[in-house]
Each structure stands twice: as structure tokens, then as C-alpha cells.
């Protein structure tokens, strides 16, 4: 139903080779890697280090291709974090040449190098899986390539029975069309909120109509207004005092309303992800 374009130099990106009605499930992919749930960054870190050694040459080969921009790579090596991590996880498993000594040195440098560029993958394409990363995170090959838009065209979720990440068109998609996913998993954002969190964590200046469009930000912020609403009132607690305009909910009729207005907003923009079903 898909295949992957080259875009430019290093970008990829999937696109429709046929039509695709909305509903259709696009892909069911099974992780390249797993990691369980973990706290901390470092317990990550170590996750991915363990896994390593589990893998076939093959697979580092297609984890190698994986998207992975030079320079937030480069960013994440100065900032030493990672390779420290792995350096020390080397030195604690004290790895053997075939004659029994130490192995370091240069051959050393080199696992450990191979290893920071795997994680550096991992950080970068990593997917929490399940609400909040319930079940993990894992990395996935077509996933990876799929680009990101606050109007997406596509839905993905995991599948705990399955076991799979599994991508739905929320649209229909005409053979030709590049296939979105919205990256931050939130859409009742402004754009200033989305684009903090697009760059921190993936370095995207998003170019999307609601990212460009002052009118469509204006609706996000009235979205973003209903849904801390709606939040508060489900919760039983005021909402956040430092945003203006909020609507008081005081009765089940108001928060109705509210969700209304939400869905109808929602449906206006074409976004028919998890948020209209949740309001
Ligand atoms: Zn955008």
C-alpha cells in the first residue's frame, strides 16, 4: 500500500502507491527493537546496550539505515551523556578477545562507537508504546520514515495483542500522497506549544497549514481552551490558572457543550484522531 521515497540527500519519507480509504489499516509492523518500560534515561541507555548483542547482522544493517540526522547526532555526542553511558557499560562487561585477554584499545573504541550510533537511533525514532509508554518503546523501519504534520493523515497506536505498531488512514489518501502521523501524540496545542516540543525532542520546524496559518491557530487555541475545560471539569479541579478564556464548567449540560464545540472544531480541521473519540 506504501513505499519509501527519497526526498532529498538523507530524507525519506513514505508515500501511497495506491488509494487508501479512511479506516484502512496501512501497516502492522513488528519492532526492530524492544525495550520494557524505563525511568530513567540511563536505564535506556543500558536497555539498548543489552540488546546489541541479540542482534543479526542484518537487522544492524537496516537499523543503520535508519533516519538519523547528522546534526542532532553530532549535538547528542558533545553533549557526552550517551557515550559515557555506553563506555561504562563496556568497561563493567570487560568483553574478551578470542585469546582470552582484555579487549580495549582501538577495537574496543570501535563496538563502543557502533553502539552510541544505535543509541543515538534510538533516541531519535524510538515510539513509547501504549498510553504513556505502558509497554515500552520500540523502533521501528517504516515508522521511522514517516514524516510528521499537525494535520496528519494517519493514526498510529500499538498493539499490545498483536504486538505490533499498527497505522491507520484517518483520511482518504489518494495513490501519490505523502502519509503523516502527528509525532507528539496531542493536538488541542497551540502552534508555539507544538513547535517546542517538534524541536526539543525531534528538531522539526513544522511547515503544516496549522503551523503556518494564523486563522488555524486561532482555532487551536480555542481547542486547547475546551480541552483544559473539559480536563478540569472531568477531573473535579480548576484548570490551569495561567491560560485565559477558559470555560467554566459547572454542569454535566456545560461540559456537553464544551465537547461539542471540541468535536465540531476537531472535524473542521480534518483531525480524526484519538482526540474526537476521547471528547
Ligand atoms: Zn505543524
Known sequence: MV??????????????KVDIARG?????????????????????LSGICKTVDSL???????????????????????RGFVTNQVWSFYKSKKLKNSDGTL???????????????????YVLNNVQLGPSGKYG????????????????NAFNCWNPILQRLTIHAIHDIKAG???????????????NQRGVSLYAVWRIVCNCAACTDDA???????MLLLDQALAAYQLGVLHDPHLTGVPKLATAQQALGAAEEL??????????????RRA
Not at 519509501?4 to 508515500?15: E, S, Y
Not at 543479526?56 to 558533545?78: F, G, H, M, Y
Not at 518503546?137 to 496528519?152: A, K, M, Q, T
Not at 505523502?178 to 496545542?189: E, L
Open 3 to 16: 513505499e519509501v521515497r527519497q526526498l532529498v540527500a538523507v530524507d525519506q519519507a513514505i508515500f501511497a
Open 24 to 44: 484502512t489499516r496501512i501497516a502492522a509492523e513488528t519492532p526492530l527493537i524492544m525495550l520494557p518500560p524505563t525511568t530513567t534515561f540511563e536505564e535506556e
Open 56 to 78: 543479526t547482522n542484518e537487522e544492524l544493517k537496516e537499523l543503520d539505515q535508519l533516519p538519523c540526522s547528522s546534526k542532532v547526532a553530532d549535538e547528542i555526542r558533545e
Open 103 to 121: 579487549l580495549k584499545g582501538k577495537k574496543l573504541r570501535k563496538i563502543v562507537n557502533k553502539t552510541v550510533n544505535l543509541c543515538i537511533t
Open 137 to 152: 518503546s520500540g523502533l521501528f523501519s517504516l515508522y521511522s520514515r514517516i514524516g510528521h504534520s499537525c494535520v496528519p
Open 177 to 191: 500522497q505523502q502519509i503523516f502521523v502527528n509525532y507528539t501524540g496531542i493536538t488541542c496545542r497551540t502552534r
Open 216 to 222: 488555524i491557530d486561532q482555532l487551536r487555541y480555542r
Open 263 to 276: 468535536v465540531k472544531l476537531l472535524k473542521r480541521q480534518r483531525l480524526c484522531g484519538m482526540e474526537i
